[in-house]
């Protein structure tokens, strides 16, 4: 039962960001003997359960692995239909997303999506860019090679116009070049449908992330396999280098 899970969440130690690579949606479909279109099409419900779910728990930020800088390289009639139904889903979504006073945010290379996509998005953000919420981040045509590279050269763009010392490049400069960087990094990141790859996503603010695989395909991920996840982190000790008698001594001097 999802109420019985939820019970094992310790709300004081909710992760502040989770990012969820949403795997799997072709093979539903092909099990069910469909197109892998109907995969996609069913991973919508998925998207609109977690992201509640995640605002229910009062978690800060969900970064979504919507379409990667490779998926461009699918098949045309696959690339068109995602596209059409991510565009979709956020229209349609918009209202939902404002009464739940949830913020969108895109990360990605805008300029590959077609104006259309561009167009409706910007409305999106616009119109939930007051919310104070839940913080929905929508990776589409984003890859954090891409999103590195960007990063590097604008950096060297201001490093030739005199904004900043090379010599003061520091972590912090780094973290202020990505996409992401009005956001803390991810402390779980979940991969549903079997695969135990990172596949290109959030490369540099994983760094320190639990990292979470389930065989659940994403149509079928639901806020009770969310709940699992979080529970599974809260399990977990996280060091960051440290030894674990380190941070038993240091919660015993801070408490
Ligand atoms: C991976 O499954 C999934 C994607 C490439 C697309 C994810 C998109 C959705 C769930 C629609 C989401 C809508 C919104 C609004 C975010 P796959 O096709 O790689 O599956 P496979 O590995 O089984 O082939």
Redo the contacts with the bound molecule.
Sequence with gaps: MPEDLLSKIDTSKLPHHIAI??????????EKGQD?LY???H??E??RDIVEGCAELGIGYLT?????TE?WD?PKN?VDG?ME??VD??RK?VSILNKNNIKLHVIGDKDMLPEYARNELQEALDMTSQNTGLNLV?ALSYSSRWELLNAVKHIAIDVKEGKIDPEQIDQNTIQQYLATSNFPDPELMIRT?G?YRISNFLLYQLAYAELYFTNT???DFRKVNLYEAIIDFQNRERRFGKTGDQLTSNAALTS
């Excluded at 979504?64 to 990667?68: G, I, K, N, P, V």
């Design positions: 690579i949403m795997d799997g949606n072709g093979r539903w479909a092909r892998r995969g996609h099409f991973g919508v998925s998207v979504l692995y919507a379409f990667s998926n699918r696959e995602l139904l991510l889903t956020i979504e929508m449908s695969e395909r994403w149509p």
